[in-house]
């Protein structure tokens, strides 16, 4: 740093987040550490030695939310329900169904990185599928012919494999991370592309 000659003995102290991992350059050692319900502070030093301009301290945290779902329902091409918190996905008698699941994804920091994101679904069935899930802005709400007829351009989220267990939460890795909104909600469809007569249900979801 500026004004550094050798054998100064240089200090830095580093407040971050209580989840963050605070990684120090190479050469400094930690002689100082307090943490509290607000936050957690470090303090390095290092003898001066042909120093450098600056140094970098890495300050990274990961942090776990679970969000419920903000808007659910069913869809059909002339039809929706969105009064309750079932989903259903397959064809009855000849009607195709899909689901649209929002989740209010606002307060995820705007410089997070996400790097997991997990679907749970609560099966109500003994249904045994696999079917897509994509990420779909459904706008201001969810409407039956519109969102049903919309353009197939979602981009994967998820392949649901329904197992058949009744009563049962069901946990799915999701992908294309980048898709999750940190502004505004995050709009899932569920599509079953098949035209067999075959359906499953969900109750809820998170």
Do not use: C, H
């Not at 000659?5 to 830095?12: E, K």
């Not at 920091?109 to 897509?132: E, G, K, M, Q």
């Not at 069901?170 to 995050?186: A, Y």
């Amino acid at each position: 740093p500026t004004g550094t000659v050798d054998n100064d003995i240089m200090i830095a102290t580093i407040v971050a987040d209580n989840s963050a991992t605070i990684t120090p350059p190479e050469g400094w050692t930690q002689i100082a550490a307090e943490s509290s319900t607000d936050g957690r502070a470090r303090v390095y030093w290092k003898r001066a030695s042909s120093e450098g301009a600056s140094y970098a301290f890495t300050v990274s945290a990961t942090t776990t939310n679970t969000y419920s779902a903000s808007a659910d329902g069913w869809v059909t091409s002339g039809s929706e329900n969105t009064a309750g918190n079932t989903l259903i996905v397959g064809n009855i008698n000849g009607t195709k169904y899909q689901s649209i699941i929002g989740f209010d994804t606002s307060a995820i920091p705007d410089a997070a990185t996400i790097t997991s994101a997990t679907l749970n679904l609560y099966s109500v069935d003994t249904a045994t599928f696999t079917f897509d899930a994509g990420y779909y802005d459904y706008g201001a709400s969810i409407t039956g012919a519109t969102d049903f007829n919309a353009s197939p351009s979602d981009t994967s989220a998820a392949t649901i494999a329904k197992n058949g267990v009744q009563n049962a939460y069901q946990s799915f890795n999701m992908s294309n991370l980048s898709s999750i909104s940190k502004t505004g909600t995050t709009g899932l469809r569920l599509n079953w592309t098949s035209s067999s007569s075959f359906y499953g249900e969900f109750a809820s979801m998170e």
